[in-house]
C-alpha cells in the first residue's frame, strides 16, 4: 500500500485540511499520515478562529512519522505563518519523494490569508516541491500576472518545479486547469459542475494529485486525474451546511 504525508491544517467541518486529505487519500486507496500546522474553528459559513502549531510540534509530528514510514508523496497545504513556513521547508528540503504544495495564500474570493513575509517566505519553497496548485489570484500574487493568456502563463515556467494554475477561464461552461511545464502547457478540462458545494477542492485537488503520484502515475495523468475525481466528488456531495458544503470524498471516483 502506497502511502502519502500530508502537513496541514486541520477543519472542525470535516471538509477541507487534513480532514480532507484523509478522505481523499482513503478514496484513492492510500495510507495517509499527518502533520498538523494549526487548528480552526469553522463551518461552511466560514472560519472563526485559528490557533497555529508550534514550530517545535510541527518538527516532533514530522520527525515521528518520518522515522517510521515510508513516504511516497507528500502534501503540503495550510502553512500558516512565516515561522511554520520556514520549519517545514527545513524539515522537507532534502525529502526524496514526489511533494505537492498548495499555496495557501488568498482565498478564492481574493482575500490574502498571509502577511508579506510569509508569502515571501512561501515562494522561496517552491524550487523545493514537484508541483504547486495555485488558484488565480495566488498565480497573480506570485508571479506578478494579471492579464491571463497562453503567452502569460508561458512567461511563469519553471525549470525546478511545475505549476498547475486552478481555473482559469478562458471558456464558460468548463473547469480549466493549465500545467505549465517550463514553456509548455498542458490543459485539463471537465465540465462545469454547478453546485455550490466545494468546500475543501482545493485542498481535495492537490492531496488527490498527491496519492496518484504516490501510486507511480506521471505527473499528467495525476492532474487529469485528480481532475475527474473533483468533479465527480461536486456532483455527488451531501448538502451538508448552510454555507458552500463539503465534497463527497468517498463517491468521487468512477
Known amino acids: 500500500m502506497k502511502t502519502i504525508l500530508s502537513i496541514a491544517g486541520s477543519d472542525s467541518f470535516g471538509g477541507a485540511g487534513i480532514q480532507a486529505d484523509i478522505k481523499t487519500a482513503e478514496a484513492h486507496g492510500v ?21 497555529p502549531m508550534s514550530t517545535d510540534f510541527i518538527k516532533e509530528q514530522f520527525l515521528q512519522v518520518s522515522q517510521d514510514l515510508k513516504v511516497d508523496a507528500m ?30 495564500a488568498v482565498s478564492r474570493a481574493g482575500a490574502k490569508l498571509l502577511d508579506d ?6 515562494q522561496s519553497f517552491f524550487p523545493l516541491v514537484t508541483v504547486i496548485t495555485p488558484n488565480r489570484y495566488e498565480t497573480e ?37 493549465v500545467l505549465v511545464d517550463n514553456d509548455r502547457l498542458t490543459h485539463f ?39 475527474n475525481y473533483i468533479k465527480s466528488a461536486i456532483e455527488n456531495a451531501p448538502n451538508f ?5 463539503p465534497i463527497r470524498h468517498g463517491k468521487g471516483l468512477k
Open 31 to 51: 495510507y495517509s499520515a499527518t502533520v498538523l500546522t494549526a487548528v480552526t474553528a469553522q463551518n461552511t459559513l466560514g472560519v472563526s478562529k485559528v490557533v
Open 75 to 104: 502534501k503540503i497545504g495550510m502553512l500558516g505563518t512565516q515561522e511554520s513556513i520556514e520549519c517545514v521547508k527545513a524539515l522537507v528540503k532534502d525529502f526524496a519523494c514526489p511533494i505537492v504544495l498548495d499555496p495557501v
Open 117 to 122: 513575509s510569509a508569502i515571501d517566505a512561501l
Open 141 to 177: 500574487l506570485f508571479f506578478s500576472i494579471h492579464n491571463f493568456s497562453e503567452t502569460t502563463l508561458r512567461s511563469i515556467g519553471s525549470k525546478e518545479y511545475l505549476i498547475a494554475v486552478k481555473n482559469i477561464a478562458f471558456k464558460s461552461e468548463q473547469s480549466i486547469d
Open 189 to 227: 478540462e471537465t465540465p462545469m459542475a454547478h453546485r455550490d458545494n466545494t468546500h475543501g477542492t482545493g485542498c481535495s485537488f492537490s492531496t488527490a494529485i498527491a496519492c496518484n503520484l504516490a501510486l507511480g502515475k506521471p505527473i499528467e495523468e495525476s492532474i487529469s486525474e485528480a481532475k
Open 241 to 245: 451546511g448552510k454555507g458552500n458544503g
